[in-house]
């Protein structure tokens, strides 16, 4: 059996870097496994756009600082891209619609404790 590979919501790589009491028990379980936990970049681009307008406190250079704590870069691809468009509208925020086309084209679980996701038939935990 292919273990399960995860895809982290936006909050919850924020949550883990900070090592903020919001991240769930089954996040950290995960986190401290040894299973294989993504990072995309549309994260760091969401993360990116609401610190330079003021909307976020979060820590520079996140592309270099998530490989150190353990997270994997996936790349946004044309076809992610593309994809979007063919996903029903359950959820307006476009940097979440790319994480869920990513986790249903990549075949992976999303870490995340947003329950519009379900709408999806995205694994989530």
């Known amino acids: 059996m292919i273990a399960p590979r995860y895809l982290a919501d936006t909050h919850v ?7 903020d009491r919001r991240l769930l028990e089954r996040h950290k379980s995960v986190l401290l496994s040894s299973a294989e936990v993504y990072f995309s970049a549309a994260s760091v681009w969401e993360i990116a756009i609401k610190r330079s307008l003021g909307k976020l406190k979060a820590p520079q250079n996140l592309a270099g600082l998530l490989p150190r704590a353990g997270f994997i870069p996936l790349d946004l691809t044309p076809r992610h891209a593309e994809a979007v468009s063919d996903l029903p509208r ?4 476009p940097f979440d619609r790319l994480l869920i086309v990513q986790a249903i084209i990549e075949k992976m679980c999303v870490m995340t404790v947003d329950r ?3 709408h ?4 989530l935990i």
């Open 13 to 19: 790589l924020l949550w883990a870097l900070a090592d």
């Open 90 to 93: 359950h959820h307006s925020d």
């Open 116 to 118: 519009q996701f379900s």
């Open 120 to 123: 999806y038939g995205v694994e």
